[in-house]
């Protein structure tokens, strides 16, 4: 009974982190941390599969070795905050809302920006 829960919430925690890559108050990493771990413990399959995947395991590989964000990944979330903000801007979002978007993006890019960049992997060979 157990495996079928871990394998829902790895599957639900895939599907949130494939969001948080492209919205801007969804964070992808803890999400894609939290499948990586839902499957270790439920489906060694999956587990490897999202290790290996091709976009989402060097999120996951640079978090856990690094506690990093690789610095393309940072301008990517930083442009898509801006540009969310810019919008509710331009499409009148009421002001109380504009300064409460405002703070919260700002907390999400301060935590961003203060991550380290992940390491030159040419340079560590």
Known sequence: MTRPLWIVLGCAS?????????L???PATPFLLLAAYSFAQ??????????????LG???????????????????ALAVMA??????????????VLAI??????GAATFIVTRPDRPDMRRSH
């Open 42 to 55: 439920s489906s060694p399959r999956l587990h490897a599969w999202l290790i290996a995947h091709p976009r």
């Open 14 to 22: 895939l599907a949130a982190g494939v969001a948080g890559a492209v």
């Open 101 to 106: 978007q405002a703070v919260t993006l700002a």
């Open 83 to 96: 540009v969310t903000l810019a919008g509710s801007a331009a499409f009148g979002v009421p002001a109380w």
């Open 58 to 76: 060097p999120i996951i590989e640079d978090w856990r070795r690094y506690g990093a964000i690789a610095r393309r990944t940072k301008v990517v």
């Open 24 to 26: 801007p108050l969804l």
